[in-house]
């Protein structure tokens, strides 16, 4: 009967008929803010740009923005799709240059890898890998500004969202999976007619940004494979700066794609 009724539940779940259980990826404690709003007077007399997957490439995103800034008169609101920080050389460097320009960001699944490792070293005892070595540099306040990083940002004067990896089409977004939110890249269609997301390509899959109906413009990374993705209701920004290519950042407003080259080389 047990058995029966947790079945039961879990379809009740997925049908969106009672919300679904809150759940950190990497069991971390969840953000004070799952889903932030930016209102309208957070833009007034600032230009909107948003910037693709950093990876501790500081240096270029240095670049990037300082020909951003060239750009435009206004002052510069800055929001990142995540991973701001792992695999690359400057990682701490980009945390404190994020706050230091009063950006916002989502958070990516290498901050929260990143995150975890951190908890892993400070909570429990465990010594800090050679490759993550680089959180020693920040300070408390550096840990819970990345801690506190929301899963989506969402500015509805301007009906964009920003998520770091993908949205399941067809489900609200307080009921998205966190998982999904940082991790997805592919969907599939059920039998039953609705979306489930999907980490890599599988059979039957797709690239969940063409399907995405909209109505807001989703402006996601986490994909370096798919480069720079331009589909009618989604914007991909992840051009694999720390593999070698690009960093991308876009201004929503004209639409203007904005690169600089890459200065890093690392593994995948």
Same mark, same amino acid.
């Given at each position: 009967?047990?058995? %029966?009724? +947790?079945?039961? $539940?879990?379809?009740?779940?997925?049908?969106?008929?009672?919300?679904?259980?809150?759940?950190?990826?990497?069991?971390?404690?969840?953000?004070?803010?799952?889903?932030?709003?930016?209102?309208?007077?957070?833009?007034?007399? !600032? /230009?909107?740009?948003?910037?693709?997957? @950093?990876?501790?490439?500081?240096? =270029?995103? =240095? =670049?990037?923005?300082?020909?951003? !800034?060239? *750009?435009?008169?206004?002052?510069?609101? &800055?929001?990142? &799709?995540?991973?701001?920080?792992? *695999?690359?050389?400057?990682?701490?460097? @980009?945390?404190?240059?994020?706050?230091?320009?009063? +950006?916002?960001?989502?958070?990516?699944?290498?901050?929260?890898?990143?995150?975890?490792?951190?908890?892993?070293?400070? &909570?429990?005892?465990?010594?800090?890998?050679?490759? %993550?070595?680089?959180?020693?540099?920040?300070?408390?306040?550096?840990?819970?500004?990345?801690?506190?990083?929301? #899963?989506?940002?969402? $500015?509805?004067?301007?009906? $964009?969202?920003?998520?770091?990896?993908?949205?399941?089409?067809?489900?609200?977004?307080?009921?998205?999976?966190?998982?999904?939110?940082?991790?997805?890249?592919?969907?599939?269609?059920?039998?039953?007619?609705?979306?489930?997301?999907?980490?890599? *390509?599988? +059979?039957?899959?797709?690239?969940?940004?063409?399907?995405?109906?909209?109505?807001?413009? &989703?402006?996601?990374?986490?994909?370096?494979?798919?480069? #720079?993705?331009?589909?009618?209701?989604? /914007?991909?920004?992840?051009?694999?700066?720390?593999?070698?290519?690009?960093? /991308?950042?876009? #201004?929503?407003?004209?639409?203007? *794609?904005?690169?600089?080259?890459? !200065? /890093?080389?690392?593994? +995948?």
């Amino acid at each position: 009967m047990a058995a %029966f009724t +947790a079945v039961l $539940i879990d379809c009740i779940r997925r049908l969106s008929l009672i919300p679904a259980v809150r759940r950190a990826p990497y069991g971390l404690p969840l953000p004070a803010t799952l889903h932030q709003v930016l209102p309208k007077n957070k833009l007034e007399g !600032k /230009t909107l740009l948003i910037i693709g997957d @950093v990876h501790g490439c500081c240096d =270029e995103l =240095e =670049e990037l923005l300082e020909k951003c !800034k060239q *750009k435009t008169p206004s002052e510069l609101l &800055v929001v990142f &799709v995540g991973d701001l920080v792992n *695999k690359g050389p400057k990682n701490a460097e @980009v945390v404190k240059l994020a706050r230091r320009i009063g +950006a916002y960001s989502v958070r990516g699944n290498h901050d929260d890898v990143s995150l975890r490792e951190w908890r892993q070293h400070h &909570v429990n005892g465990h010594p800090l890998a050679q490759k %993550f070595r680089w959180l020693g540099e920040l300070s408390e306040s550096d840990i819970n500004w990345l801690s506190s990083l929301p #899963f989506s940002i969402s $500015i509805p004067s301007r009906q $964009i969202l920003i998520v770091h990896a993908g949205m399941v089409p067809g489900v609200a977004l307080e009921q998205q999976d966190l998982h999904d939110l940082t991790h997805m890249r592919h969907v599939r269609l059920t039998e039953e007619g609705r979306y489930v997301g999907l980490d890599n *390509k599988a +059979a039957g899959s797709t690239p969940w940004a063409p399907a995405w109906p909209g109505p807001q413009h &989703v402006y996601f990374g986490h994909d370096a494979r798919g480069g #720079f993705q331009k589909c009618p209701h989604a /914007t991909g920004l992840d051009t694999g700066c720390v593999y070698g290519q690009k960093l /991308t950042a876009v #201004f929503p407003d004209s639409g203007e *794609k904005v690169e600089v080259d890459s !200065k /890093t080389n690392c593994k +995948a």
